[in-house]
């Protein structure tokens, strides 16, 4: 069973930075796509960026690229999301997600999705 645990959340001024970290564990596939998810009270959720485990360039949300980078760290299992230039619209709840797969090209399908973590309150005002 997947676990995926969600760190780093909090409340910034705009302009301001934040870094999440997910650490995964029980993995049962040696490949996979982690992603960042964001959900906003009223919307819906949508796919920030995602990143392959072996290395290939993560996949960003028109609304983050240029100022949010996705990153990992294998040997720690942990994915992390730096977050600069916050705005106000970047204020919901974020959540890592994953799925297992050997095609590095999905990591940007956003449906593909399994397993959740609980998510952590980012506040951008």
């Known amino acids: 069973h997947v676990q995926l645990v969600e760190s780093g959340g909090g409340s910034v001024q705009a302009g301001g930075s934040l870094r999440l970290s997910c650490a995964a564990s029980?993995?049962?596939?040696?490949?996979?796509?982690m992603a960042w998810f964001r959900q906003a009270p009223g919307k819906e959720r949508e796919g920030v960026a995602g990143i392959y485990s072996e290395g290939s360039a993560p996949d960003y949300a028109d609304s983050v690229k240029g100022r949010f980078t996705n990153s990992q760290d294998n040997a720690k299992n942990t994915v992390f999301l730096q977050m600069d230039s916050l705005k106000p619209e970047d204020t919901a709840m974020y959540y890592c997600a994953a799925f297992g797969t050997v095609r590095s090209y999905l990591c940007g399908s956003w449906s593909r999705y399994r397993d959740w973590g609980q998510g952590t309150q980012v506040t951008g005002s």
């Open positions: 029980g993995y049962t596939y040696n490949r996979n796509c």
